[in-house]
């Protein structure tokens, strides 16, 4: 299961799906959905990065606990820049689609 089928993709993404380039752009908004995967049983179906045991909540926790990118990279080689850029842009994207009470 891919993020495609809990998310349809919209605007710039329906555009952009299977661009060969995930990489953000000024002023749009990363296609970070062939990136981030979603598996029944895998980390408890928790969002991972590209069928990866490493979950977007791993990636975002070292983020708040002050890791650099680079520092990421060094310590997990088989993750990619992107791959950290697609963790923030699907949470960014989740964080906006989320209902609250007003």
């Known amino acids: 299961m891919t993020i495609d089928s809990l ?11 299977g661009q060969a380039d995930p990489v953000r752009r000024e002023g749009q908004q990363m296609n970070y959905q062939s990136l981030i ?4 049983g895998k980390r408890g179906g928790r969002p991972c990065v ?3 045991r490493i979950a977007v909540v791993d990636v975002l926790g070292w ?5 650099s ?10 993750l990619t820049e992107e791959d950290i850029l697609a963790s923030l842009a699907f949470a960014a994207d989740r964080e906006r689609r989320l209902v609250t009470a007003a």
């Open 7 to 17: 998310w349809p993709a919209r605007g710039w993404f329906q555009d952009n799906i």
């Open 37 to 40: 995967t979603i598996e029944r």
């Open 50 to 52: 590209r069928n990866m």
């Open 63 to 67: 983020l708040a606990a002050g890791m």
């Open 69 to 78: 990118h680079p520092a990421i990279l060094a310590e997990y080689p088989e």
